[in-house]
């Protein structure tokens, strides 16, 4: 998956990684990124599901979108605006 339909700005697959690095990753990412960016994260259910989408908000991000991937059973992407 890409950023190809222009629906953001960077896309990171995090699916395999697994917690706590899924958020060190997905805060990289955020951190190098200018506000008003968009950055996709693919990433698998669980864990990472429940607690990355969780700490994006808690840095201040706004979480645009999650959403299953039907290709990848069991792994979803957000897209998380920079703030």
Do not use: Q, W
């Amino acid at each position: 998956m890409t950023c190809e339909n222009k629906d953001c700005d960077r896309e990171l697959d995090i699916t395999d990684k697994i917690c706590p690095l899924t958020f060190v990753h997905a805060r990289l990412a955020v951190d190098s990124m200018k506000p008003g960016a968009v950055l996709a994260i693919v990433l698998n259910e669980g864990e990472p599901l429940e607690n990355v989408p969780r700490s994006i908000k808690e840095l201040g991000h706004k979480v645009l979108s999650l959403n299953p991937i039907p290709d990848l059973p069991g792994s979803y992407r957000i897209r998380v605006l920079i703030r």
